[in-house]
């Protein structure tokens, strides 16, 4: 999946954490925070995605589609928080 990275009408910059933001150093000072958790839950025998609140992101057997379904949904959130988006 490609790496969406955010700007804002200040022209502040949002994006998922990689290594496509560590790239962007030259930007100014990063700012990380973790919104999200994926853990194995054993009495399901799945993986969750939860954020902080504990709200179910997606759920499932298969841990990279788990991660996916999550990366997709914090990028809605991300994109309906921002007005312009450029993917690199």
Do not use: C, P
């Amino acid at each position: 999946m490609a790496s969406k990275i955010y700007i804002d009408k200040e022209g502040n910059l949002s994006g998922l954490a990689d290594d496509t933001l560590d790239k962007l150093h030259h930007m100014g000072t990063k700012k990380v925070e973790r919104v999200s958790n994926v853990e194995f839950d054993h009495e399901q025998q799945a993986w969750v995605a939860t954020d902080l609140n504990g709200y179910v992101i997606s759920a499932g057997r298969v841990r990279s589609a788990v991660i996916e379904a999550e990366r997709n949904h914090l990028n809605k959130l991300i994109e309906d928080t921002f007005n312009v988006a450029v993917m690199l």
